[in-house]
């Protein structure tokens, strides 16, 4: 019986240490996959709430707003987008291209960034006149004016040159009609001074900075909402948004959300330590 009893204990040894392993892969993938989702939802969330703040009453806010109101929405949404698009993800590369340097070196830049960023938001937003999103408003008015008056005269000039002549091949006509309602001088207009006004700005910093340090996917797609709602909103009622949201309370309310991302940020410390 005393032989039976050591000849079992060791293969009851063996059963304890080998039985839990089957069930620690299962449990660990399952670990890995909340994980991911974790961080693409906090790049999202993230993203999307910096983009809001950053771009509510901001230029790019305002070209879209005062076209819509003069040439059919879909067409400044489309071109606005297409441009803030462009612009967001060719950020969301170049945070990627930062990876390669380390991660100790992103974390301090992106918690110095946000720290200036919201001071300066704060500041600003303290020392701003309560009519200061009005001022901005007549002063792309008064841009959006001049680029009017260099498309009617290019379309002045198109005209004299092509004589009143039409084509006589139903095809070609419409082929050209879809050109130039694709690449009219409105929608490259739009275009252009939404892709120019969106170069360096505040929320393309914020963007490369948030995807050298999040879930490149969350910080894309999230960014990319952001900027799809503030667009529909300057197109669908811009001018009484602009009117009835206070652009200073705004910039004081980002220069917040920008402060709280750094001490987010420093609590979480940077994101290769374990």
Known sequence: MGDETQHQLPVMAASLQTGPV?????YQDFVDSYLAQAGFWHGFVVSLAVIIVSEIG???FFIAAIMAMKNPRMLIFSAAISALGIMHVLSVVLGLATTIIP???TFYAATFLFVLFG???LYEGYHMDADEGQEELEQVQMELKKKEEEIDNQKSVSDLESGGETSSD??????QSLLKAVFSPIF???FTMTFLAEWGDRSQITTIIL???EDPWGVCFGGILGHSLCTAMAVIGGRMIAQKISVRTVTLIGGCVFLLFAVSSIYSGPAGDE
Do not use: G, N
């Open 188 to 190: 490259l207009t739009a």
């Open 22 to 26: 089957p069930a620690a892969a299962p």
């Open 103 to 105: 991660q100790i070196y």
């Open 170 to 175: 139903p095809t070609s006509s419409m082929i």
């Open 211 to 213: 995807s050298s340090r």
């Open 58 to 60: 901001d230029k790019t």
């Open 119 to 121: 001071v300066r938001m």
